[in-house]
């Protein structure tokens, strides 16, 4: 059992119940935040880095559900509109579902992981995003695991890996020159090295070399 997995399940009721309630609402934020960088085009780009993004093999599943929820608004609407008081509710409920798997596709779109002089940027939706510099860094490599499913985070003697895949799949670990402490939507954790997917691997090496030596 993983660190994040040992202390969730020491949280009591209570703790327990903040702590989802924090999280769904830092999602929430995250959401509205996505649309806003769509809508204003700002993608989470640090300045002179490149962005990688890692939604190709999700886009068509979360665009075919995206259109089903759009289809289901009006579809739902027609069945209860004669009882109000069901049809407000249902109808406040299935836009704000719309609008949250866009934000979610979104999160992917403008949040791309980077490369660039400060070093590499890890991200996941809205949710992750983390910042490791060119000194943290020991090595970056193509190394595709999956598609099974994996632990999310594992323990090592060598120090603990936290994967983030696209559909079970990773395609780049970095290895860092040691522990380092950052931050997980559960919490925080020391880590040794992050595996994630990236949809162009190639390109990513290719901006990688460019600034580690």
Known sequence: M?????SKARRPPLQLVGYLAKRAMWMEIGVWQSLYRF????????????GFGYHQQVFQVLITFIVLAA???PLFDLIVHRWVYI?????????WGLTWMVGLLL???TRPHAVGPE?????SGAEVDIPLSWPDVYS???????????????HEPDGTTVRFPIQHETNIEIELERQL???????????RRLQIYVDDPRGFMKAVREHLV
Do not use: H
Not at 119 to 123: D, E, L, N, T, Y
């Open 181 to 191: 402490d950052v931050r997980l939507p559960q919490g925080r954790e020391q880590v």
């Open 119 to 123: 070093g590499i940027r890890v991200r």
């Open 87 to 95: 049809r407000i509710p249902l109808l406040v409920a299935g836009i």
């Open 140 to 154: 970056v490599s193509r190394k595709k695991t999956g598609p099974e499913r994996q632990p999310r985070i594992t």
């Open 71 to 73: 289809i289901e608004i």
């Open 2 to 6: 993983t660190n994040l997995a040992q």
């Open 107 to 109: 999160g992917f779109l």
């Open 39 to 50: 809508i204003f085009r700002q993608p989470k780009v640090p300045p002179r880095s490149v």
